[in-house]
């Protein structure tokens, strides 16, 4: 049909033959179909500028319909695969190519449920604005990632802050992080302070190795704190700290 080829065109479908000539939704469409969405919602208005591109999510500039500045998290779990499977179009003929959005969608769904429970709460994270499919509306944090910032004049102080955070985090939401990296924890030079992103991944307490993750956690960060502030804490006692004497 005339919209089947406009939209194979603006490459929103993939046309395909084998046995049979059929077509496939790309993720250039599935974004179309959220953010169709999100603007009926009255969530987004416009579409702005790429802010980066991570592993696992696009991260892009818009705005709200009081054209206040906001931020799109467009989740792409499942990219890395589908652009195999775009090389043997042998498995599209499965249900391949609605599992990688689904894929997504859960991800972003799961991200969102963990940011929702925690927005009354007086983390700092990201304030929600809507979700559709795979799209998570935000306020824009104002910072770089940890990773990124050559001045820290009290390190100590910033890591002292992420510990008490991973605690409440435990013992009020009962939830482990699970990736909590320099490159997930924001800083803001001027109110120096710094705000915790990047949650699909955060796990129950009650997970049996949710204590080890929590260790992981922080091996990685205090290597981090090592490496680059010279400091050193000890991974066991922080881990007792935060979970407490079982
Ligand atoms: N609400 C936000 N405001 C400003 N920058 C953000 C926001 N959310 C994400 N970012 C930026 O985008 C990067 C990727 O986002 P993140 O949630 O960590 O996704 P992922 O690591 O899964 O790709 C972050 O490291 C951060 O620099
Ligand atoms: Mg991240």
Redesign the pocket.
């Known amino acids: 049909s005339f919209i089947v080829s406009k939209l194979n065109k603006k490459k929103m479908l993939r046309r395909w033959t084998g046995q049979f000539v059929g077509y496939t939704l790309t993720f250039a469409g599935f974004d179309a179909l959220a953010l169709n969405t999100l603007y009926n919602k009255k969530i987004v208005a416009g579409v702005g500028r790429a ?2 591109v ?4 696009d ?1 892009y500039h818009a705005i709200d319909f009081e054209e206040n500045e906001i ?1 799109l ?1 467009i989740n792409r779990t499942g990219r890395a695969s589908f652009q195999q499977v775009k090389k043997r179009r042998d498995l599209l003929k499965g249900k391949f190519h609605y599992n990688v959005f689904s894929l997504a969608e859960l991800s972003s769904k799961r991200e969102y449920e963990v940011l929702l429970k925690l927005q009354e709460s007086k983390l700092p994270i ?1 304030k929600l604005l809507g979700r559709n499919r795979h799209i998570i509306a ?4 104002e910072g770089i ?1 940890l990773v990124k910032v050559q001045n820290l004049k009290k390190p100590l102080k910033i890591l002292e802050r992420v510990i008490e955070y991973a605690k409440i985090l435990y013992h009020k939401y009962d939830l482990v992080h699970a990736d909590l990296t320099e ?2 924890i ?1 800083y803001n030079e001027k109110k120096d302070s710094i705000t915790i ?2 949650f699909p991944q955060a796990i129950s307490t009650d997970h049996p190795d949710a204590d080890l993750i929590l260790e992981r956690d922080f091996n990685h960060l205090f290597d981090y704190f090592r490496n680059k502030w010279f400091i050193s804490p000890e991974v066991e006692d922080v881990v007792e700290y935060i979970v407490g004497k079982k």
Not at 54 to 57: A, Q, R, T
Not at 138 to 141: G, P, T
């Open positions: 802010k980066g991570g592993k696992e999510s991260i931020m998290k990201p935000m306020n824009v944090i990632e490159y997930n924001l992103i990047d």
